[in-house]
């Protein structure tokens, strides 16, 4: 994304709305012309490689950054306020979720962005969606705007009980929560949910956002075993365990893209990196 992107935000408010979910309320005149309707799109925070927040933009050019993308929850240009959720990691947490943790009204960040946005089909007979913590925000922005006479159900893995909230959504849709006190570890948790639901008449849209492995195992359940035509579905990674967003970028890359040979000979491949960095 060019500089012309780069936009300073400031932090209004934040508060920790359940033990691994902090929702970030910012503002701040560049603001002025972000665009609307944005939900379920996603903005980029910057940071410089030892994980402080870039607030200066002649820092962007000067040296290497790292950006972290989060799902726009929402944007008022009546109030200037963009509302971005951050998913907690704890001890493990990366650059920006421990910024997110930290941070208070007046501090400065970039953002570049915003980048599409990420709905479901509301033409559809029925709706699908699953997703754990990371893909929670997007989850909801397309549970809201769904039709109110919409069918269907929501699949949502926490780490804890205490991470289930209210959510609006249609009558029609059944909202199951799944408990995984383990995420990436358990990569089997929210497909073996998927598994278990009562599959409706007529065309579904699919809709997942979650882990990479536990990507990869839904989506080939959705190809194989249910016959889902790619149009008809959304399934991302958001994040991958114990790897940063930049190895997970060439991962999924890789993934999606490459022959089978090259996926065998890149999971070995990071294997062996990870052997290497346990052994030190």
């Keep these: 994304m060019s500089k012309t992107n780069y936009r300073m935000i400031v932090v209004k408010k934040s508060m920790k709305i359940t033990p691994h979910l ?17 939900e379920s799109g ?15 933009k002649d820092r962007v050019e000067e040296k290497k950054h790292l950006k972290r993308t989060y799902t726009i929850r929402s944007f008022s240009r009546e109030e200037n306020e963009l509302i971005i959720e951050f998913s907690l990691h704890g001890h493990k947490g990366g650059p920006a979720s421990t910024w997110a943790e930290l941070t208070k009204p007046g501090d400065k960040i970039l953002i570049a962005g915003p980048g599409s946005t990420k709905l479901v089909n509301n033409q559809s007979d029925w709706f699908l969606l699953a997703g ?14 769904l ?29 199951k929560w799944i408990i995984n006190n383990k995420p990436g570890e358990n ?9 278990a639901l009562s599959w409706k008449d007529g065309n ?18 959705m190809k194989n075993s249910r016959n889902i035509e790619q149009k008809n579905m959304y399934i991302s ?16 890359q890789i993934y999606l893209e490459a022959p089978l040979f090259i996926q065998i000979l890149w999971k070995i491949i990071t294997r062996f990196q990870k052997c290497r960095f346990l052994k030190r």
């Design 204 to 221: 579904p849209y699919i809709w997942v956002a979650c882990e990479f492995e536990s990507m990869k195992k839904i989506r080939h359940y």
């Design 42 to 56: 996603y903005v980029k925070f910057l940071f410089s490689n030892d994980g402080q927040a870039i607030n200066d």
């Design 147 to 175: 039709p109110k006479n919409a069918q269907g159900y929501a699949v949502i893995e926490v780490i804890s009980e205490l991470d289930k909230q209210t959510l609006k959504v249609p009558d029609g849709i059944t909202v």
């Design 237 to 252: 990674s958001y994040w991958k365990f114990d790897r940063t967003e930049e190895q997970h970028r060439i991962d999924r």
């Design 22 to 38: 902090q929702r970030v309320i910012f503002t701040g005149d560049d603001l002025a012309d972000f665009p609307e309707n944005q």
């Design 132 to 145: 754990d913590m990371s893909g929670l925000p997007a989850l909801c922005c397309n549970l809201e705007q």
């Design 187 to 195: 990569s089997d948790a929210l497909l073996d949910a998927v598994k």
